[in-house]
């Protein structure tokens, strides 16, 4: 008795299992999208419902990659009970952009053996009359020229109009294959009205820089996000809104690089305009003998960079000296467009009196407006030295003798160095005879230079006992640097391992590790560091290859250590 009524009991749960089973099976799966017709480049969004729970990946988007970029795909699932009955449902959210204009079909879906209907949307051209500017949010792309020269500046300018409520977003940065991108400055943001229509802008500017010549496509940028709609759920006290998510693409634009004129010689400089002026501290032509004078030379370029600006040089006759001074670089904007500047002091000691000619500086450039070479040039000046009578005063005093007996001495001397006078202007000085007072200064002389005697001795043989010298860690760092794919470091070490290893070669930049390295396989891997770096490519750099570069150019014997040059006052 006992045995039937468990059995009866089991097959009772088994019956309900099965109903219960039966009732949450898949037995529909339905597609909507939000907008029907829809303009080209604006998203839309693809709703798949399912009325069961079920695995969220059962849905495959892709026969939808044909025609469509498909944007990110959310998920929810629901459960609800009204007056006992469950309804299990899940939800598949997916944002869709159409590649090109045209009339298109969504394929059927299909989740577990269970597929939607087909559903046809037409994608209109911005151009045509039923595209009249209504979408909620849409960019707009401005570009300053489509045909550059290589390592031309150009400036990209991005617009991203929204006339509805924004939750949340974000808009990618625009790529171009083998150039440098940097954004120049800081959002803008303003209103504008368009067909009737108010819409907030945000403005980006990017100066862009290809390093490469030949045919491109600049890739321009994608907003993703979220906007605020209203919701279908309504109460009597409360109000509910929704989120939709968005995406928008801009216009892709084609560019044209051309290379390097045949008939260009110097430092590649392509610019809209460029200057080169100098100062003269104290201004003038005439100066003395032993005057320090301070010429500042200042590079002006438009659409170049810093690391582009060459290094400035003059040279001079013989009986002046040069002092060159570290070059100050300053970035700016003006106009939208990236102003570089590099200033840098050179002092100028005259060692006799005459006249001397300062040559021309030259400096050729090319003009990205008129399409031919120019030059910026400085003229040559002539500047007349002239003795300095402080200098000969100040010689007649040094020059004075003294000991127990009277002594003349005259400025015949002084006549070899200010070559003007004539050994006919004869001085004499007359000295007193000597004093106690000129013993004890000659006693505190002698105990002076015993003194310093011994410590230069001391010195000399401290010096000799360190065995093991300081060496430069910029070699370690940057060798540290490229093992982590730190492209960012390898970019600041560069340099001051370069002007560490090449003394004499003064390196400043990296067109002049560039320029003195002069291997083709370690140029490439350098602009592609560069590439990768600026251009903020979502590809990790890889340090290994130039790693290898810099260890056997390293291996290389250092060439003689510069000389520090200082200037006497």
């Not at 099965?18 to 998203?43: C, G, R, Y």
């Not at 025609?67 to 009204?82: A, E, K, L, N, P």
């Not at 083709?520 to 750099?541: G, I, M, P, V, Y």
Request: charged letters at 20%; aromatic letters at 6%; hydrophobic letters at 35%.
């Amino acid at each position: 008795m006992v045995r039937n009524i468990i059995r009866i009991i089991a097959s009772s749960i088994a019956a309900s299992l099965l109903l219960i089973q039966s009732a949450f099976a898949l037995t529909q799966v339905t597609a909507t999208i939000d907008k029907n017709p829809v303009m080209d480049k604006e998203s839309f969004v693809l709703q798949v419902i399912a009325d069961d729970d079920v695995d969220t990946n059962a849905l495959d988007t892709s026969p939808l990659l044909k025609d469509f970029i498909v944007g990110r795909t959310s998920v929810s699932t629901q459960t609800s009970m009204v007056n006992f009955d469950t309804t299990r449902t899940t939800k598949w959210t997916t944002v869709l952009i159409a590649r090109a204009p045209g009339k298109y079909t969504i394929p059927a879906l299909t989740v577990e053996s269970v597929s939607t209907a087909p559903i046809s949307v037409e994608v209109l051209e911005a151009s045509s009359q039923g595209a009249a500017k209504t979408q909620d949010i849409f960019i707009t792309t401005d570009i300053s020229a489509k045909e550059v020269y290589v390592q031309q500046q150009l400036t990209l300018t991005v617009k991203l109009h929204f006339a509805a409520e924004l939750k949340r977003g974000s808009l990618s940065e625009p790529t171009l294959d083998g150039a440098s991108i940097n954004q120049v400055g800081k959002d803008i943001e303003n209103d504008s009205i368009i067909n009737g229509r108010r819409y907030r802008v945000i403005e980006r500017n990017y100066a862009i820089n290809p390093q490469n010549s030949g045919e491109f496509v600049i890739k321009t940028p994608i907003f993703s996000g979220e906007i605020i709609s209203p919701s279908s759920r309504r109460s009597q006290f409360l109000s509910f809104t929704d989120t939709k998510p968005v995406s928008v693409l801009g216009e892709d634009i084609h560019l044209s690089v051309k290379p390097i004129p045949d008939n260009y010689q110097g430092v590649w400089l392509p610019s809209e305009i460029l200057t080169l002026h100098q100062e003269w501290q104290p201004d003038g032509e005439s100066f003395m003998v032993g005057e320090p004078i301070t010429r500042t030379l200042t590079l002006t370029a438009a659409g170049l960079s810093e690391e582009q600006l060459p290094q400035l040089e003059m040279t001079s006759p013989s009986g002046i000296k040069i002092y060159p001074d570290q070059a100050e670089l300053h970035t700016g904007i003006s106009n939208g467009r990236l102003v570089s500047q590099k200033k840098q002091n050179f002092a100028l000691v005259a060692s006799r009196v005459g006249t001397y000619e300062l040559p021309e500086i030259r400096l050729p450039w090319w003009n990205t407006v008129t399409n031919r070479i120019q030059y910026a040039v400085i003229p040559a000046k002539t500047v007349t030295i002239t003795p300095n009578d402080e200098m000969v005063e100040e010689s007649k005093i040094t020059g004075v003798r003294s000991d127990n007996t009277n002594v003349e001495t005259t400025n015949s001397d002084l006549s070899m160095l200010q070559n003007d006078k004539t050994s006919a202007d004869v001085q004499t000085v007359v000295v007193t005879k000597s004093s106690w007072l000129q013993w004890l200064f000659l006693v505190l002389w002698l105990l002076t230079s015993l003194a310093w005697l011994l410590s230069v001795l001391s010195k000399k043989s401290t010096s000799t006992k360190q065995v093991t010298p300081v060496k430069n860690n910029h070699y370690k760092t940057l060798l540290k640097a490229c093992d982590s794919n730190n492209g960012e470091q390898v970019l600041k070490s560069l340099v001051t391992w370069a002007d560490e290893h090449f003394p004499d070669k003064n390196v400043s930049t990296l067109d002049d590790v560039k320029r003195i390295i002069n291997d083709t396989s370690f140029n490439e891997e350098l602009t592609n560091l560069q590439a990768c770096f600026f251009a903020k490519q979502t590809q990790q750099w890889q340090g290994q290859k130039l790693k290898t570069f810099i260890i056997e150019i390293n291996k290389r014997p250092k060439r003689k250590q510069k000389e520090i040059v200082t200037l006497n006052p």
